[in-house]
């Protein structure tokens, strides 16, 4: 069955960095979108950043030019690499794997990991 494997959360200052890692099997991962997302308690799961099987790439507004999505198909690893952290990013990171990348912004479907927490506090 798919498993999606997430890494690389801890503790962080504001203005430091984190690369997460998500680690998939038992899918073709470079036929799959793949996708960030985050949940604070309380609200709903959002999207961070989503890569397509080409390459195309999407970014919440919210950290467009702090946060780097990419991909390693000969690993089948998604990476999000996060700088410039503000408190505000604190939340569990999620990572989504579906055949569709138009419907990452807009539906919460697919295959997800068990989240890895990311704190960011001084």
């Known amino acids: 069955q798919v498993q999606l494997v997430e890494s690389g959360g801890g503790l962080v200052q504001p203005g430091g960095s984190l690369r997460l890692s998500c680690v998939a099997s038992?899918?073709?991962?470079?036929?799959?979108?793949m996708g960030w997302y985050r949940q604070v308690p309380g609200k709903e799961r959002e999207l961070v950043a989503a890569?397509?099987?080409?390459?195309?790439?999407n970014y919440a507004d919210a950290v467009k030019g702090r946060f780097t999505i990419s991909r390693d198909n000969a690993k089948n690893t998604v990476y999000l690499q996060m700088n410039s952290l503000k408190p505000e990013d604190t939340a569990a990171y999620y990572c989504n794997a579906r055949p569709s990348f138009d419907t990452m912004a807009r539906m919460l479907t697919g295959y997800w990991g068990q989240g890895t927490q990311v704190t960011v506090s001084s």
């Open positions: 890569i397509s099987a080409g390459g195309s790439i």
């Open positions: 038992g899918m073709f991962f470079r036929g799959n979108a």
